[in-house]
């Protein structure tokens, strides 16, 4: 089965410390995960950002708004209580407990509200919502970062050849080839041998060398043309290449870079304007947000 949002965990949970005990979040995880039969797959599923697995960030927080509402207590950190006020709503309440249930709960109403008074319609949203708020930022940064990419991609095609060489140039230098833009610019271009664009640097010693393609293309790229790239880097004696463009490149294409000796990358349309958000090329900030959590080091220096 898919992995529960974290509404669906908060009914198993109280339940599973019911009796009274201290149990520490890491067992009540692995108890969650039990409960619905996750697969090692899903167990390990990590959210977008890598920092935590899927099942901990909503069996988390299934405890944040159960402890909001007075349900759950925390003696300690990393360890969950039941409340009496969580017994008798376990007693009182047979069906599903979800943010329209906590809604009940005073302190919990003043956890959630976004303005002077949390309304019946903030907390039917919220009850509709299978995401955690750091599933909804990450959510809405990659529906950003795709949108983003979709415009830079327009801009990409609409600019001249020398523009989107200067473009691949800042790109490379961004991300730690070709020494300097300097360096970069002078040796991208100029090369002209068939399907060779130019040789840059792999590091700043020049250890190796990496021969350059950049086709500002609107179709699609096959194997042919990346075949051709491929004998011509022969005349370079280079082991190593990139070819970047607007387009795509075709099944045979990319099959073909398998089965060759020469390690040779390819880069299409969108993964291009990808590496030009990550590397901040031809993009700004236009705001910035932080995410923040207790500082457990400051608090515990109280006892030094």
Known sequence: MAIPNYQKCMRPLLEMISDGESYRMRDLVERIADHFTLTAAERQQLLP?????????????AKTY???????????????????????????HSGEINTTV???????????????TAT?????????????????????DRLLRDSLASDLLEKALSCSPQF???????????????????????ALGKSGDGGIDGVIK?????????????????????????????????????????LITTGKFSKDALDYIDRIERKIVLIDGLQLCQL????????????????????????????L
């Open 164 to 186: 989107f060489e200067q473009l691949v140039v800042d790109l490379l230098v961004a991300m730690g080839y070709g020494g300097s833009v300097k360096d970069a610019g002078q």
């Open 276 to 303: 030009m958000i990550e590397h901040n090329v031809g993009v700004s900030i236009a705001r910035s947000y932080q995410v923040k959590k207790i500082d457990i080091d400051y608090f515990d220096s109280e006892d």
């Open 49 to 61: 950002s890598n920092t935590q697995t899927i099942i901990s960030n909503r069996t988390h927080w």
């Open 66 to 92: 159960l402890k909001k509402a007075g349900l759950v207590d925390s003696p300690v950190r990393g360890v969950s209580k039941i409340t009496d006020e969580g017994l008798k709503l376990l007693q009182s």
């Open 120 to 140: 019946d319609e903030s907390a039917e949203e919220d009850s509709a919502s299978d995401e955690t708020p750091e599933e909804a930022l990450e959510t809405a």
């Open 202 to 242: 792999e590091d700043k010693l020049g250890l190796d060398l990496v021969c350059i393609q950049a086709k500002r293309w609107q179709g699609t790229v096959g194997r042919p043309l990346v075949q051709a790239f491929a004998g011509s880097m022969e005349g370079f004696r280079a082991r190593k290449g990139v």
């Open 102 to 116: 906590l809604a009940q709960y005073d302190s919990f109403n003043e956890f959630k509200q976004t303005s002077t």
